[in-house]
């Protein structure tokens, strides 16, 4: 099994569609949990992090389901400039520093 | 905004050369990592360094890689001796560490091509 495991897409949708993204992680020691967004070519960046009872910034919502290794995040609205691919990232176990990167999902939002 | 910069952009280089990527990490921070993405396929993780020593390497940080934090600012990636496999996007972050492991910080990488 993948340490991280991510559909890769694309996922085509138009814009001001609601688009859902998820990600299993096989090491249940995890205790830090990310989505990055890396746009072509360029160097990942921070979307969010992922907390336990969930948590949203603006359109984007992140959940958490220790018990299934399961995390998913929901994008509201999708902008032009959503587009991207979507790295989910967990630690590589607990107290580590090392982050282990799924291979992302890659999303198109289209006019 | 603070950033990490990270030179060259891009290196041209000849199986069995020695490469050296440098970076220069957010100024306060105090954990530093190595990250490769070859192309297609997933960011992985090289090396973490915190208190000028190794902390955590993964199986593909072998002997010909090395890490060097010189001075107060750089932060060095070493390769001794250059395989095609290792043609690759290498990435430099820094994290402040003060909530663990926090938000990583990236450089925008050096491409890395080996003929």
């Known amino acids: 099994r993948k340490e991280v495991e991510q559909d890769p897409g694309p996922f085509n949708v138009p814009e001001g569609a609601t688009v859902a993204f998820n990600c299993t992680y096989s090491n249940s020691a995890s205790q830090s949990f990310f989505w990055y967004r890396q746009d072509c070519r360029k160097e990942p960046k921070l979307l969010m992090s992922?907390?336990?009872s969930g948590n949203e910034d603006g359109r984007f919502t992140a959940q958490l389901n220790r018990a299934s290794q399961y995390i998913s995040l929901l994008i509201r609205d999708s902008k032009l400039s959503d587009s991207a691919t979507y790295l989910c990232v967990v630690n590589g176990k607990d107290s580590s520093y090392k982050l282990i990167f799924g291979s992302g999902t890659r999303l198109l939002v289209r006019p | 905004e603070p950033e990490v910069t990270q030179t060259p952009s891009h290196q041209v280089t000849q199986m069995g050369q020695e490469v050296i990527l440098r970076c220069v990490p957010i100024?306060?921070?105090?954990?530093f990592y190595w990250y490769r993405q070859i192309l297609g396929q997933k960011v992985e993780f090289l090396v973490s360094f915190y208190n000028n020593e190794i902390s955590e390497k993964s199986e593909i940080f072998d002997d010909q890689f090395s890490v060097e934090r010189p001075d107060g600012s750089n932060f060095t990636l070493k390769i001794r001796s250059t395989k095609l496999e290792d043609s690759a996007m290498y990435f430099c972050?820094?994290?402040?560490?003060?909530?663990?492991?926090?938000?990583?910080?990236f450089g925008e990488g050096s491409r890395l091509t080996v003929l």
């Open positions: 972050a820094s994290s402040a560490g003060q909530v663990f492991p926090g938000e990583l910080f």
């Open positions: 992922v907390y336990s």
């Open positions: 100024s306060n921070h105090l954990y």
